[in-house]
């Protein structure tokens, strides 16, 4: 009887313990989630934030405890929207749209950049038109599409007028970028300036009647990690773990290249071979050189007043004050 109940005993033991160690465990876990800061990200919908992408999939926000939820925007701009908004803690745009915000009062930041790689330096637009437009002085009186306020807006305006063009001389239209392709596609636009995955998805769609029309050396873009200055003041550390999620993807693309293009081809519906073509051309790697930065901020600054782009009463700002040091991660 004695040996019956030692048995029985070791055998409620071994089950005690066992639901002990499995609360013990689930309570670990819920701890854990629970130290972990959520929040908002915005990515805009560009092969050219491909950090945000690799770290989305790699789960590499959650590896440096943040409980993050991405929203993807059709552009930067609208990632500003929404950041300026509170919608989203940080995110990504390119510097026209922080221009325009400044020049409107708004504590737009920006605290890194994401094409640092070395290399030539990053050039993301053409124009895509039909076959009537062959060279950038074609575009005369023709139907041109682009997003106002973003630097697709800023590259126009310099294509025209490297062709002596005004914005008088087009029928310039502004349109969300998720609308260019249909309506290039279908002629509603003669051509539009934009980006990867845009442009070969119009080429394509068109079977031959549209093509890209592209001006090296025009115009290079800064791709930018940008929050408010508010979120500077009361979350720093969520920036900087933001940030080291961001180099931890560039590591992650420096080691494993193509299952990162695989990754980023996918999540943007990018054709794989265009996306492998197009990929030495982004120049990916996190950093921030605050004076060219702020030398590029005040150039597009001067060329939005001067083109009264904004109010009357618009002040030219300190954009000393925009690009803000002192959150990337040390370098190893």
């Given at each position: 009887?004695?040996?019956?109940?030692?048995?029985?005993?070791?055998?409620?033991?071994?089950?005690?313990?066992?639901?002990?160690?499995?609360?013990?465990?689930?309570?670990?876990?819920?701890?854990?989630?629970?130290?972990a800061?959520p929040?908002?990200?915005?990515?805009?919908?560009?092969?050219?934030?491909?950090?945000?992408?690799?770290?989305?999939?790699?789960?590499?926000?959650?590896?440096?405890?943040?409980?993050?939820?991405?929203?993807?925007?059709?552009?930067?701009?609208?990632?500003?929207?929404?950041?300026?908004?509170?919608?989203?803690?940080?995110?990504?745009?390119?510097?026209?749209?922080?221009?325009?915000?400044?020049?409107?009062?708004?504590?737009?930041?920006?605290?890194?950049?994401?094409?640092?790689?070395?290399?030539?330096?990053?050039?993301?637009?053409?124009?895509?038109?039909?076959?009537?437009?062959?060279?950038?002085?074609?575009?005369?009186g023709?139907?041109?599409?682009?997003?106002?306020?973003?630097?697709?807006?800023?590259?126009?305006?310099?294509?025209?007028?490297?062709?002596?063009?005004?914005?008088?001389?087009?029928?310039?239209?502004?349109?969300?970028?998720?609308?260019?392709?249909?309506?290039?596609?279908t002629?509603?636009?003669?051509?539009?300036?934009?980006?990867?995955?845009?442009?070969?998805?119009?080429?394509?769609?068109?079977?031959?009647?549209?093509?890209?029309?592209?001006?090296?050396?025009?115009?290079?873009s800064?791709?930018?990690?940008?929050?408010?200055?508010?979120?500077?003041?009361?979350?720093?550390?969520?920036?900087?773990?933001?940030?080291?999620?961001?180099?931890?993807?560039?590591?992650?693309?420096?080691?494993?290249?193509?299952?990162?293009?695989?990754?980023?081809?996918?999540?943007?519906?990018?054709?794989?071979?265009?996306?492998?073509?197009?990929?030495?051309?982004?120049?990916?790697?996190?950093?921030?050189?605050k004076?060219?930065?702020?030398?590029?901020?005040?150039?597009?600054?001067?060329?939005?007043?001067?083109?009264?782009?904004?109010?009357?009463?618009?002040?030219?700002?300190?954009?000393?004050?925009?690009?803000?040091?002192?959150?990337?991660?040390?370098?190893?």
């Amino acid at each position: 009887m004695s040996s019956l109940l030692s048995v029985f005993s070791r055998q409620s033991f071994r089950r005690g313990f066992g639901v002990v160690a499995g609360f013990v465990l689930a309570s670990l876990l819920t701890v854990s989630v629970a130290l972990a800061e959520p929040v908002v990200i915005g990515a805009g919908l560009s092969v050219g934030w491909a950090q945000f992408f690799i770290a989305d999939a790699e789960k590499l926000w959650e590896k440096q405890g943040l409980e993050a939820s991405s929203v993807i925007f059709p552009s930067g701009r609208l990632v500003l929207d929404a950041v300026v908004g509170g919608r989203v803690a940080f995110g990504t745009a390119a510097e026209t749209p922080v221009v325009f915000s400044t020049l409107n009062g708004l504590p737009v930041r920006i605290i890194a950049t994401l094409q640092n790689g070395g290399g030539k330096p990053h050039e993301p637009f053409a124009l895509v038109a039909n076959q009537s437009i062959q060279s950038a002085k074609d575009i005369k009186g023709k139907r041109i599409g682009y997003s106002q306020g973003t630097n697709g807006h800023y590259y126009l305006a310099k294509l025209l007028d490297t062709v002596g063009l005004k914005f008088s001389d087009i029928q310039a239209t502004s349109l969300t970028p998720s609308d260019f392709i249909s309506a290039a596609v279908t002629g509603t636009l003669d051509g539009f300036i934009w980006t990867e995955p845009f442009a070969s998805q119009a080429i394509a769609l068109s079977k031959g009647t549209l093509h890209a029309v592209e001006s090296p050396g025009l115009y290079q873009s800064i791709s930018a990690v940008i929050t408010l200055q508010s979120t500077i003041d009361e979350k720093p550390d969520l920036l900087r773990k933001g940030l080291r999620a961001l180099a931890a993807a560039d590591a992650e693309i420096l080691a494993n290249p193509e299952k990162s293009i695989q990754t980023v081809s996918t999540r943007l519906n990018f054709d794989l071979a265009l996306a492998r073509d197009y990929w030495p051309k982004l120049n990916l790697g996190l950093g921030l050189d605050k004076a060219a930065i702020v030398r590029e901020l005040e150039s597009q600054a001067k060329w939005a007043i001067e083109n009264k782009l904004v109010r009357s009463d618009a002040r030219f700002p300190d954009f000393n004050q925009v690009v803000v040091e002192g959150f990337l991660p040390a370098r190893r």
